[in-house]
């Protein structure tokens, strides 16, 4: 039996607000890294075999004409908070797919491998809502809602909490530890590296993590 695909939403910040945690170490490489680790992270999604398309929400032209590039359908982004961009992102994918299941990804998932990603949407499946916590289990890096089932994201700050009062399955998965490696600190790069990041983030990190 075929599994049913998913339309992925991505919200990226604009450029000047983007890995503010990391300034101090990137300095002016920040928002060239910004634009890599989106890059990477949605080129991965695009790449999953249960993902049919990504829906890049943001309002910054930089990273709206590189992440169309590679495929991402983009929208403009409100901006009126992270989880009001998530909306109308999931709101433009049910427009171009009803019947698909619709997730959220943190734009900042470096090394994203699409098996992992695969393993996390297939298991979602199971469940009306759903989320996976970040690498600290404090955040969130996916939240995901079966076709025809409201999407209500609650990332910023201690989300796991928020996305398990709000009734949303926290999916324990073995082995996916790309899909929890969001990037906010350069010890998180660091991790992330050891992973294996993605091309473009690859390319920029000699600038940032110099031995």
Known sequence: MQLPRWSIVVPVKTLIRAKTRLAGAAGPYRADLAVAVASDTVSAALTCA???????????PVPAERLAALGAHVVDDPDTGLNAALRV?????????????VGALQADLPALRPQELERVLAAALDFDESFVPDATEVGTTFYGVRPGVAFQPRF??????????????????????SVRRDVDTIEDLRQAQAL???PATTKITPHILRP
């Open 89 to 101: 992102g999931a709101a433009e994918a049910v427009r171009l797919a009803p019947g698909d299941a």
């Open 196 to 198: 294996g990041l993605g």
């Open 50 to 60: 249960l993902v049919a398309r990504v829906v890049v929400v943001t309002a910054d």
């Open 156 to 177: 910023g700050g201690e989300s796991r909490a928020r996305h398990l009062s709000g009734g949303a399955k926290e999916l324990t998965l073995e082995g996916i530890p």
